[in-house]
């Protein structure tokens, strides 16, 4: 049975433009996944928001994971806070699957998100959960949480979101993909 590593955001200190904050929103669309993987047969574990980034990587990598997935939402750089929509998926630049889950995860993405042409994969050496995790892993950021229309369309979407990332998770797990 195919398993993955689910790390919801642990950033409560990341406010949403209009209430609530990245970890709770990610934890939610965590939360709509389970029923979603458990019916297409994948197993599954998650961090718990007590944790820190690195206890969630350790977690993670003493783990027999095929994925390692992390669910965040974006945030602007202060001088153009809210003006900025998309989505991002990295992955680690040598990391094949990696690369071939961010690409399934954008593809997918792109069906659902208003604005298809605003999701993208990039590459990156720089963020943790992509460097030192052992699963072929692949970081989404859903939307931007610091943009009014970006926040609404998470808030207005939690299912949605969970059931394409779960889709993309039994896509490139190669299993079929079953409503619960």
Do not use: C
């Not at 398993?3 to 642990?10: A, E, M, Q, V």
């Amino acid at each position: 049975m195919p398993k993955i590593y689910l790390s919801p955001s642990l950033q409560e200190w990341n406010p949403y433009v209009d209430g609530g904050n990245e970890e709770y929103y990610m934890n939610l669309i965590a939360d709509a996944m389970e029923p979603y993987l458990k019916a297409s047969g994948i197993e599954f574990t998650r961090n718990n928001p007590e944790m820190s980034l690195r206890q969630a990587i350790n977690q993670s990598n003493t783990g027999d994971y095929d994925l390692h997935l992390a669910i965040h939402s974006n945030a602007s750089p202060e001088a153009s806070a809210g003006r900025n929509r998309g989505v991002e998926v990295y992955y680690y630049p040598t990391s094949t699957k990696g690369r071939d889950f961010a690409e399934t995860l954008a593809t997918n993405f792109s069906e659902l998100y208003p604005n298809p042409e605003k999701v993208r994969t990039v590459p990156t050496t720089s963020l943790g959960e992509l460097r030192l995790t052992k699963a072929p892993a692949s970081l989404i950021e859903v939307a931007y949480h610091d943009n009014i229309d970006d926040a609404r369309f998470i808030r207005e979407n939690i299912k949605a979101i969970a059931r394409n990332l779960s889709k993309s998770v039994a896509d490139i797990l190669g299993v079929p993909f079953v409503e619960p």
